[in-house]
């Protein structure tokens, strides 16, 4: 592959970034006494699950108690939550007034610790379980529940985060494409290539879907989706793309490209074996979620599971540089 100029010094970043630097990752770490007297740094803190919403809750109450036990011992209010998808496995009798929605969301994440919106994509099993039924009521719940923190306008979306002052242009797309015809999955790629195209207002850009196009996890990589927006990613500078639908959490970074792959898929669903793990990725089959922490300068991201146990952490400045922790 020819290299150019700018790849060979970002490779070049990369080789001397991809050691070991604690001190770049904002001075606090998530666990450890001594860290309690640490001030919580500024900036904005996130929240991201996917893959959190199957019948058997068992798993997903493990990770929603980590993850307020997390935020309480931090001292963390998120301003947001992402939700990668696959959020309602089975049927979703009731639509809009199933007690799900009571039980798995609003209960489950309650205001006392998640008072932030949550910004939602489909995922295979929002649109194959309860054809229709779940996708209705999973875009039509905020229209009948004014004020509630489930946030899915459409089926593809993108804002600006945190509106004031944002640091980030969130672009939320529909992976499903088994389940979309041509003709949508032309004109989305369209819409994320105008989306993208935008004059970049924000430090940072992402873009949030349910499926992988990387991933050493059971689903492993998907070609077709490499081959739509892997170009778009790179021609845009797409810093981040987060996704769940592999059942395990995930971190991959590519020599020569600009984005950094984050699958956050330990939700709740039951976990599931990994493929063979490429060198140099990380990846763990196990519950948990992932915490983003983002400031102008920085966008620092750690896996955390069920336990609070911090698996997997890093960094990256603007000029793209990742730094592992
Ligand atoms: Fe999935």
């Avoid at 931090?74 to 009571?102: H, T």
């Avoid at 905020?142 to 640091?167: I, Q």
């Avoid at 970049?200 to 991933?215: A, C, I, N, Q």
Wanted: net charge neutral.
């Amino acid at each position: 592959m020819m290299l150019s100029s700018s790849n060979l010094s970002r490779r070049r970043l990369l080789k001397q970034t991809f050691a070991f630097s604690a001190s770049a990752m904002l001075g606090r770490s998530v666990m450890g006494q001594a860290d309690a007297l640490v001030p919580v740094a500024p900036g904005e803190h996130l929240l991201m699950i996917g893959d959190w919403g199957a019948k058997e809750t068992k798993g997903q109450e493990a990770v929603a108690s980590g993850m307020k036990k997390f935020l309480d011992e931090q001292k963390i209010k998120p301003g947001a939550m992402f939700l990668l998808g696959d959020n309602f496995y089975g049927s979703m009798k009731g639509g809009v007034k199933s007690e799900r929605w009571k039980v798995q969301f609003s209960e489950m994440y309650p205001r006392s610790h998640f008072d932030c919106r949550c910004y939602a994509v489909l995922g295979n099993h929002d649109y194959g379980d309860d054809p229709k039924r779940s996708l209705e009521a999973q875009l039509g719940y905020a229209k009948e529940n004014p004020g509630t923190r489930w946030t899915m306008p459409s089926k593809r979306y993108a804002f600006d985060y945190p509106t004031v002052n944002p640091l980030m242009r969130v672009v939320a797309v529909d992976s499903n494409w088994r389940d979309m015809k041509p003709e949508e999955i032309a004109e989305q790629n369209q819409w994320l290539e105008d989306e993208l195209k935008r004059a970049r207002s924000t430090p940072w850009v992402v873009v949030m879907g349910h499926h992988p196009l990387y991933s050493n996890g059971q689903h492993g990589d998907s070609e077709a989706l490499i081959d739509a927006w892997g170009p778009l990613f790179e021609e845009h500078r797409v810093d981040f793309y987060f996704c769940g639908h592999d059942h395990d959490l995930q971190h991959m970074e590519f020599e020569g490209l600009k984005t950094s792959f984050v699958l956050s898929g330990g939700g709740g669903a039951r976990v599931r074996e990994l493929r063979k793990v490429r060198s140099g990725h990380y990846a763990k089959s196990v519950y948990g979620f992932t915490h983003l922490h983002v400031t102008a300068e920085s966008f620092s991201v750690q896996h955390v599971d069920a336990n609070r146990n911090r698996l997997h952490a890093f960094s990256k400045t603007l000029d793209g540089v990742v730094t592992i922790v």
